[in-house]
């Protein structure tokens, strides 16, 4: 290197260094928000592929390529876990949920699949077995003032040596609204103690959740006439 081209490696080398130095975190910080956002857009879009149409099967092979790409997206593992655990892919969720604690060990709703999980599945499998109102308010906790929702039908799974599970259908008298309803059905469930979480709500329904000492709830208020509250519990035994 001649000595008159030297001041000219210095000078470039100077700008290279600025760039570096002032240009690299401002690229850092546009690669994590437009990492965020799709994370936030994909966690979405698996939410209603599972509250609205149930369709399990897309959630797992979206999630599954999603997480290629961000291996690290809490969301996408948690609702990744509850599909394989709706269709009885059980190792597969237990590694799923796994994942979700190794990057958010205070997660209460992986703590609880994990529960589950850690037990002896059931042998068989069996239909819904009826099961009557005064029997699956005894066993819930749940009782509701027949004006507002009367108790319609029931089914329970108890032969599972690791859960208890029932569905349980109640109708709204038919002068009573949507929001009637909904209100009516949170107001009761605060008053016993459950901690509500909205998990999904659109044009049709809305979704609640809560849980309780070894208990899971999910209630769905169900549009029509006359409205409708549909009752998954599951009790840990």
Not at 8 to 32: M, S
Not at 127 to 132: D, F, P, W, Y
Not at 184 to 192: F, P
Not at 212 to 233: L, R
Request: proline residues 4%; positive net charge; charged residues 20%.
């Amino acid at each position: 290197m001649s000595r008159n081209s030297r001041p000219e490696f210095i000078f470039v080398l100077i700008v290279i260094l600025i760039l570096v130095f002032f240009g690299y975190p401002k690229y850092k910080a546009e690669q994590a928000y437009k990492a965020k956002l799709a994370l936030d857009n994909k966690a979405y879009q698996l939410g209603q592929l599972v509250l609205v149409n149930h369709d399990c099967a897309t959630v797992i092979n979206e999630a599954k390529a999603f997480l290629k790409i961000q291996d690290r997206a809490e969301p996408i593992w948690n609702v990744l876990g509850a599909c394989q655990f709706d269709t009885g892919k059980f190792d597969d969720a237990k590694v799923s949920f796994q994942k979700v604690l190794s990057f958010n060990p205070n997660n209460q709703g992986a703590k609880t699949y994990l529960n589950i999980l850690s037990k002896p599945p059931s042998t068989t499998v069996v239909q819904l077995k009826s099961l009557s109102k005064n029997n699956f308010e005894s066993i819930s906790g749940l009782k509701f003032d027949e004006k507002k929702l009367y108790f319609n039908n029931a089914g329970e799974r108890s032969d599972s040596p690791s859960t208890y599970y029932a569905s349980v259908t109640y109708i709204a008298p038919t002068e009573n609204s949507f929001s009637q309803t909904r209100s009516y059905l949170k107001e009761q469930l605060t008053k016993i103690g459950l901690t509500l979480k909205q998990v999904g709500d659109d044009a049709s329904h809305t979704v609640l959740s809560a849980t309780a000492k070894n208990q899971i709830y999910y209630f769905t208020v169900i549009k029509g006439s006359p409205v409708k509250v549909v009752i998954d519990y599951t009790k840990l035994k």
